[in-house]
T-cell receptor, first 110, second 111 residues
Framework: NAGVTQTPKFRILKIGQSMTLQCTQD?????MYWYRQDPGMGLKLIYY???????DKGEVPNGYNVSRSTTEDFPLRLELAAPSQTSVYFC?????????FGQGTRLTVV | GDSVTQMEGPVTLSEEAFLTINCTYT??????LFWYVQYPGEGLQLLLK?????DKGSNKGFEATYRKKTTSFHLEKGSVQVSDSAVYFC??????????FGAGTRLFVKA
C-alpha cells in the first residue's frame, strides 16, 4: 500500500523556470492538499481539492496552480519560479478527518 | 477563526524523562483533535487522535486527552527515547475541508 507518493524528492530550479510537482494517492480519498513548509516553520496551505474537477485556494496560492482530473492525482504547477518558493512541499490526502502525507519534495530556486 | 497554539520549542530532555507538550485550541463546533509527528526528512505522520470530549488518544506510549473545558489536548509520554526526537504538531479538524495545524514543537532527546 503506497499511500501518498510525491515526485521528485529533490529539485533545483533556476529563477523563471517552470515545473510540476507530482502527487498521487492510491487510497481513493476525495480530499487532497498541497502545503509548503519553510525551514523551522509550520505548514501553510497552498491549494486543496475536495474531489475530481474541484479545487480551491488556500492561504498562499500566489505563484502556483493545480488541477484535479482524477481522484488519484493532484499535481502542483509552478509557472515562474522565484527564490521565495524555495521550500519543502507536502501533498496530503484526508479520510475520517485524519491527514496522510507524502514524503515531500525539497525545492530550491536559485 | 479556528486556531491551535502549542508550546514553543525546542524541548530538550534526557532519555527516560517525562514529556509534556502543551496544546490549546480555539474552535467553533465540535472539532476532532490530532497529534502528528515529523521525523527528519519525512512527511508528517498521524500519531494519535481524539474525536470527542474526554476521549483519550494513545499510540506508541504517547497519550493525549481531549479536554473541552480547558480547550486543551496536551501530549504526554512517560519515558522518552532518543528515537522520539522529532517535530510534533497539534492539529484540529472541524469539517470545513481544512486541518488547522499548530506551529510545531521540536523535541530533542539526549542519550
Amino acid at each position: 500500500n503506497a499511500g501518498v507518493t510525491q515526485t521528485p524528492k529533490f529539485r533545483i530550479l533556476k529563477i523563471g523556470q517552470s515545473m510540476t510537482l507530482q502527487c498521487t494517492q492510491d487510497m481513493n480519498h476525495n480530499y487532497m492538499y498541497w502545503y509548503r513548509q519553510d525551514p523551522g516553520m509550520g505548514l501553510k496551505l497552498i491549494y486543496y481539492s475536495v474531489g475530481a474537477g474541484i479545487t480551491d485556494k488556500g492561504e498562499v496560492p500566489n505563484g502556483y496552480n493545480v488541477s484535479r482530473s482524477t481522484t488519484e492525482d493532484f499535481p502542483l504547477r509552478l509557472e515562474l519560479a522565484a527564490p521565495s518558493q524555495t521550500s519543502v512541499y507536502f501533498c496530503a490526502s484526508l479520510i475520517d478527518r485524519a491527514a496522510f502525507f507524502g514524503q515531500g519534495t525539497r525545492l530550491t530556486v536559485v | 477563526g479556528d486556531s491551535v497554539t502549542q508550546m514553543e520549542g525546542p524541548v530538550t530532555l534526557s532519555e527516560e524523562a517525562f514529556l509534556t507538550i502543551n496544546c490549546t485550541y480555539t474552535a467553533t463546533g465540535y472539532p476532532s483533535l490530532f497529534w502528528y509527528v515529523q521525523y527528519p526528512g519525512e512527511g508528517l505522520q498521524l500519531l494519535l487522535k481524539a474525536t470527542k470530549a474526554d476521549d483519550k488518544g494513545s499510540n506508541k506510549g504517547f497519550e493525549a486527552t481531549y479536554r473541552k473545558k480547558t480547550t486543551s489536548f496536551h501530549l504526554e509520554k512517560g519515558s522518552v527515547q532518543v528515537s522520539d526526537s522529532a517535530v510534533y504538531f497539534c492539529a484540529l479538524y472541524t469539517g470545513g475541508f481544512k486541518t488547522i495545524f499548530g506551529a510545531g514543537t521540536r523535541l530533542f532527546v539526549k542519550a
